[in-house]
């Protein structure tokens, strides 16, 4: 994937301005930065939703993406997440599993519950909450529900938008596990999260923003030892 000069704003505010990157097959891109600084933005402009960029280029496989519908992008293989459980409250989870199915990969009946199992298998998400209601589940097993969604579609390319918020440590370490073990069946990731340890742990690069601009772009402990990284995301030595 080819960014290339994406630019997003609302009114008087930069979003995103002037963001170029590309993202390596097959690799895991983290992405950090403080709150406002326009990762979840950026991941709008990729995916197109809810919105697309004001300027600048997406290139998938080398084609031009930034003006394709949103449906046409997930149907590509480039599947987000979001920072907030975003579930279908009112239905089963296995149904909210089988809705994503149908809507991206046009299957279903038998063939589409066969990949809900498998995706459910592949997160541990437990078959036994399957015909709960997606708003009975707590934190961590909505957590686990959005992420079986996003798997049973089939990714090529996983935009993550903190999966590890509001987790505690044992929880983060199944994130870490998922993360490893998906992007080890060939899934490229890109990773917003504010659990630096996590971020260190997984990415092969790592991508900082500050004020929709990219600060610094290169190997995670090499990143996090630049002044303007500490100053902009880490807080100032003592």
């Known amino acids: 994937m080819e960014i290339g000069g994406l630019t997003k704003s609302f009114g008087a505010l930069v979003a995103v301005n002037n963001v170029s990157f590309e993202v390596e097959a097959g690799e895991i891109m ?9 990762k979840s933005t950026l991941f709008n402009l990729i995916s197109r939703i809810p919105f697309g960029a004001d300027q600048g280029t997406v290139r998938f496989d080398g084609q031009p993406i930034e003006r394709r519908s949103d449906k046409h992008i997930t149907s590509l293989g480039i599947i987000r997440t979001f920072q907030r459980e975003a579930t279908f409250a009112s239905l089963s989870c296995i149904d909210n599993i089988l809705v994503a199915i149908e809507q991206t990969l046009g299957k279903r009946g038998k063939e589409a519950e066969k990949l809900a199992d498998e995706a459910s298998e592949l997160v541990g998400f437990p078959r036994n909450f399957h015909n709960m209601h997606a708003a009975t589940m707590p934190v961590f097993r909505q957590k686990q529900l959005m ?22 440590e044992s929880e983060i370490d199944w994130v870490k596990e998922t993360i490893v073990g998906l992007n ?14 996590l971020l260190m742990s997984v990415s092969n690069r790592l991508l900082v923003m500050e004020q929709g601009r990219i600060i610094a772009l290169g190997d995670p402990a090499e990143v996090t030892r630049q002044q303007t990284v500490i100053e902009a995301y880490l807080g100032e030595p003592a």
Do not use: Y
């Open 30 to 38: 983290g992405i950090a930065g403080p709150n406002g600084s326009g």
């Open 147 to 168: 992420m079986a969604t996003a798997v049973a579609q089939n990714p090529r390319v996983l935009l993550l938008d903190e999966p590890a918020s509001s987790l505690v």
């Open 184 to 197: 080890e069946l060939g899934i490229t990731i890109l990773l917003i999260e504010h659990v630096l340890p």
